[in-house]
């Protein structure tokens, strides 16, 4: 298996980024951070279409209450066993953001995949 940013590393990445934007942009212009990825699903893997509909709904939840620095608290071998492997790039726009509750705008559950479109904004 090829080697994964730690998710606590990620958050740390998406703070970084924050506070680079906040020294260099002007009061005016405005950023977007975008983090990619599914929710469950295990891709690339024999688990493929697996999907943790509890724990994505923990995700989801968390980051509706405002509580995203809490993603940042996860292990490595959770995402694993919960086929969330594609987090991370949701956690770096996390720690950019901070704790501040995020908007699902869209949810779709399909036979393979767990998908949400989430805005959090500065």
Known sequence: MEPKMPVRRCFELGRAIARIVAKKRPENEKVA?????????????????????????????????GKGKELAKLSDDKLEETGNIELR??????????????EILERQITYHIDYAVVNLLF
Do not use: Q
């Open 33 to 65: 951070i975008i983090g990619t990825g599914g929710l469950s699903h295990f891709p690339g893997t024999p688990y493929y279409g697996k999907i943790d509909i509890d724990f994505d709904n923990f995700i989801l939840e968390t980051l509706k209450a």
């Open 89 to 102: 790039t949701w956690i770096v726009p996390v720690g950019a953001v901070g704790n501040k509750p995020a």
